[in-house]
């Protein structure tokens, strides 16, 4: 298994919580509805990017053990290779920027959380009302 390069979770951060980033999530989604102050956008950004972190050695664990090159393989690599990209990318200077950038960063916490992060039994993290906003693909709209 190669490790594939990305914000590594911070010491002491190993365990998932579920609840902890799902709640994350919907704060991000309901950020387009008001006039959020800068301290919350930057304070959310951190904390979505750090749930990415923990989020995503399981991820990339996961994705290894279907085999490189497999069709279900690229799938699941192309879709961490959007989220990458997309924590790869500084915050906005703008409000908007901010707003969009969360936006993304949420999209990309949900994926990870559904497909490789639950503590929840898989079957009823899958069976969760999908976020507001789009989503990444999932195997039905692949």
């Known amino acids: 298994?190669?490790?594939?390069?990305?914000?590594?979770?911070?010491?002491?951060?190993?365990?998932i919580d579920y609840?902890?980033?799902?709640?994350?999530i919907e704060r991000a989604h309901c950020l387009q509805a008001g006039r959020p102050q800068p301290t919350e956008l930057i304070e959310l950004d951190s904390t979505l990017r750090l749930h990415i972190a923990t989020l995503r050695p399981r991820a990339v664990e996961n994705i290894d053990r279907l085999g490189p090159g497999s069709i279900d393989w690229s799938r699941e690599?192309?879709?961490?290779?959007?989220?990458?990209?997309?924590?790869?990318?500084?915050?906005g200077d703008t409000t908007l920027s901010r707003i969009t950038s969360i936006a993304m960063l949420a999209r990309g916490c949900q994926w990870l959380l559904t497909h490789h992060g639950a503590s929840r039994p898989r079957a009823q993290a899958d069976t969760r009302p999908s976020p507001r906003g789009g989503r990444l693909p999932t195997k039905a709209t692949r």
């Open 77 to 91: 690599q192309w879709s961490l290779d959007l989220i990458d990209d997309v924590i790869s990318q500084p915050p």
């Open 19 to 24: 609840d902890a980033v799902q709640h994350s």
């Open 1 to 15: 298994m190669t490790e594939r390069p990305g914000p590594a979770a911070p010491p002491g951060c190993a365990g």
